[in-house]
């Protein structure tokens, strides 16, 4: 796929480029939504089309691996790509939670649905497979590199009651475009922009690793989890050879420190934050390539600000966690971006304009968003934050966990997972937007 950097970024300075839509960011939700947009016929043929533009010299696959569940995979079928993920990665249907301190495990059975297909079962996969997988079905030129933008302004047009948006790229280049949409993750330039509220701290952190047996690892393919005071680790294998790992941890002082040094940061979770954690996990964390470590903040946008905030203005929006950053305790943050992208995509091929189609998406996705960033953060405080409370409240949580967040909250937060963004309207053929 050609990009912006080297000789056609050089030639692209200072120049005016037009778009039918720009998509800011190159990660999940950026090139699904593009795709999607392709796959709906929106901007199909038209001059300027499609552009996505990304800041980083290549494709950025912040985070090793993740998890796609049933709704996922409903939206990866119907941007035509499943086959290809589904080919490579098997299926896992348990996942098991051990308390450390009491030594009871709570297994959970993901129970598929036949009718749906063997496609939508559970699996974890490599992120830049992913990414991989969606940018090949991109024509060339659609993602521009090494392009970061700084400034946002909108003009009208004289004898047109519709607004261009004026992009502004640190190398100077202008982009005109009719429709923006801000996939630039968490500390989201476009979502400043239409005033939705910064993400708030959850208090946690996550460190999150690949680790990588070249004879194999031998373990069960299934999620297992650990429950401790004030932590919660899991791992996952997502082929014979990798498996996936992390640790979501109250914060500390001792991760600014290591910020940017994997073997510091490895030495703080084996010595420090998960000694005590069992030997196999332990092990699975030594072997951790260094070039897929991170360690940050677990950031998430009040779910009251997202059915209330300014997610759109004329023909600008937001998607994923540009729009609905959430904790990672339901494995919903790229499953609820690849959701956006379809339903986006079509609201904006049924619309008669491109603002109705962007005010039609956001009023569909507020409330589900809402629901998830909310799930997950009471999923996240029952099981972690309640590990961390002493006392009579401690004990209370504690039973509200185990007795009721188990058996009767957790698997109706698990029925998101079924969620469906359903399908889009055929590509386009005679160079017209469906919304025409």
């Not at 005016?16 to 709906?40: H, N, P, S």
């Not at 964390?285 to 998430?300: E, T």
């Not at 507020?366 to 409370?389: D, E, I, K, M, P």
Request: glycine share 12%; hydrophobic share 45%.
């Amino acid at each position: 796929m050609a990009g912006g950097g080297g000789d056609a970024a050089a030639a692209a300075v200072k120049k005016d480029v037009e778009a039918e839509v720009v998509i800011v960011g190159g990660g999940i939700a950026g090139l699904a939504t593009a795709l999607a947009l392709r796959r709906a016929g929106v901007a199909c043929g038209r001059g300027g089309g499609i552009l996505v533009l990304e800041r980083h010299a290549g494709l950025r696959a912040t985070g090793a691996a993740l998890t796609i569940f049933p709704n996922g995979w409903f939206a990866l079928r119907a941007l035509g790509v499943a086959h290809k993920l589904t080919s490579r990665y098997d299926a896992y249907e348990t996942s098991e939670v051990t308390n450390l301190e009491s030594g009871a495990t709570q297994v959970f059975r993901f129970a598929g649905n036949k009718n749906r297909g063997e496609e939508v079962r559970v699996r974890a996969l490599g992120r830049k497979a992913l990414l991989e997988a969606l940018a090949e079905e991109l024509p060339p030129g659609t993602v521009r590199f090494s392009s970061k933008l700084v400034s946002i302004d909108t003009e009208r047009a004289a004898g047109d009651s519709s607004e261009t948006v004026v992009l502004r790229l640190d190398d100077g280049t202008v982009i005109r475009a009719k429709v923006l949409i801000g996939c630039d993750g968490v500390h989201s330039v476009v979502a400043r922009w239409l005033g939705l509220p910064e993400p708030a701290s959850s208090g946690r952190s996550c460190v999150r690793g690949l680790s990588i047996f070249p004879n194999g690892h031998g373990i069960k393919r299934e999620l297992r989890q650990f429950l401790s005071q004030g932590l919660r680790a899991g791992m996952v294998p997502i082929s014979d050879t990798d498996v996936y790992w992390f640790l979501v941890n109250d914060t500390v002082p001792a991760e600014k420190e290591a910020a940017g040094d994997p073997a510091k940061t490895l030495r703080e979770v084996t010595e420090n934050l998960a000694g005590h954690m069992p030997a196999e996990y332990l092990n699975v964390v030594r072997h951790s390539d260094h070039g897929n470590l991170s360690w940050a903040p677990l950031l998430y946008r009040n779910p009251v600000s997202l059915l209330t905030g300014a997610a759109a203005r004329g023909a600008v929006t937001v998607a994923g966690d540009a729009f609905h950053p959430m904790t990672p305790d339901m494995a919903q943050g790229g499953c609820s971006a690849l959701e956006d992208a379809v339903v986006l995509a079509r609201a904006l091929a049924r619309a008669a304009t491109p603002a109705e189609g962007v005010a039609a998406y956001v009023a569909r996705r507020r409330w589900r968003a809402a629901w998830l960033v909310a799930g997950a953060f009471l999923s996240g405080w029952v099981q972690q934050g309640g590990t961390n409370v002493r006392g009579v409240r401690g004990r209370l949580v504690r039973m509200f966990r185990d007795w009721v967040f188990y058996p009767f909250v957790f698997p109706r937060l698990a029925d998101t997972m079924w969620f469906d963004c359903g399908d889009l309207a055929p590509p386009c053929t005679d160079g017209k937007s469906h919304g025409e």
